[in-house]
């Protein structure tokens, strides 16, 4: 656990850095169904059968809704001074719509979370929505694809959340991640709430259209919550609002070659430039989407255009790995969202992309994420907050002390952190102001279940309070931000 690497990086943060982890609601809390919450496409999706990998469901996860106070306590431990989480859409409102009920038992658990983060010193950093639609809403009127019905709605659930917390909430993230919930959940149809061309997994939906319609009505409606805070709260409560988005790094494949360079530039266009052009650079969608896609790429009307452009006052980033990039010679499919390109783990030389995790697409490479943060502070010229970044690793699959030594995760970190991030900062100049590493506790990793272990705690699941253990890579982060965060 030494900083020999990164010895030379002493206090090149900012004082007022701020780092911790990163949660979602839906991931930890369980409580699905305890004092008046609602469900969530999420709730039903895991009550699916063949939905998810390990069968099995988030009804209690890591039990974060009834250990809060002593989660507060652990993650104090850590060092951290500051938390991001998300808010239930679901257990505030738990019909989710503009004229239904507020859940005041709802409201009452996040006030206590918020109060007892303050109390401990630890910045509250609040996501509103991290996927997880109120099923009604779903019903109603079939979520995000109605993009009138469904931004009013999400406009008053904002409203009720900055009128309840916004005098103690001063960093404010709308979405987590458009993209992922847009690809996942509508193009590949593998997330709630399981929408996509393909029969033989989903029984509705059209990947070639939906996933751009929902992307849509994820820009315009966060525009219009950004909207409503500068307008009505801001002034008084004084805090900031802005957008997460997801991003990995694409090298080309042959870097001698111009059409992988293309390619490689179009799949960053087509993977964060669908969201951050819109919002940071042009109010329009980038051309080389609108030359593959035509029509089937909504067009924001030139009021649209004025409100989403400059919306988001922070780049928020999430990022997790790098891939290589191959152009393609033939046309692309109808069901491309990629920018019609071939994904490799290894480049022409036969170089790996990184070394393997516990996850399939996740590979460790720390030198894409530092080429990723020189792109998008280039493009986007916007002072980023990491606002997720981390690994699983190999065989954790019981807290005996090898696990908990969790070497592979420290050696992540020291280059995501130590060796990417801090050197953006000192030797290519990037605004950084945080990081959020993904993820606090193990947690229910979506359609993955159980099974991918994220977190710096380590949780055996089958224990009736999910009893945490502290993983060796908690302790690290503590020493590493010590180290890298100047005093004053
Ligand atoms: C993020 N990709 O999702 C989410 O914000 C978290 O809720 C999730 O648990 C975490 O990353 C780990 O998966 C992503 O394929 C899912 O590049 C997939 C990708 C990126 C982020």
Redesign the pocket.
Known sequence: MDLASVKDLKGVLRPNFFHGY?T?AA?IEGAWNKDGKGLSIWDTFGHTPGRISDGSNADDATRAYDFYHEDVALMKSYGVNAYRFSLAWSRIIPLGGREDPVNEQGIQFYNNLINELLKNGITPFVTLF??DTPQELEDRYGGMLNQNAYTADFVRYARVCFERFGDRVKHWITY??PG?YTL?GYAAGVHAPGRSSFRDRNDEGDSSTEPFTVAHTEIVSHAHVARLYREEFQPQQKGTIGI?L???WSEPWDEQDPRDQEAAERAREFEISWFADPIYKTGDYPASMRAQLGDRLPKFTAEESKLVLGSSEFYGM????TFFVRHKDTPPDINDHKGNVEIHDENKQGTPRGEETD?E??RAAPWGFRKLLNWIWKRYQTPIYMT?N?TTAKGETAPTPEVLNDQFRIKFFEGYVGNALARAVKEDGIDIRSYFA??FTD?W??A?GYK?R?GCTFIEFESENKIRHPKQSAYYLDKLFKHLIRES
């Open positions: 990163a979602a991931q991290h996927w987590n991640e992922v996942a997460t997801h991003g990995n999430n990022t997790y790995t996850t697409w996740l997720e981390g993904w993820t947690n990793e979506w993955a991918d994220f």
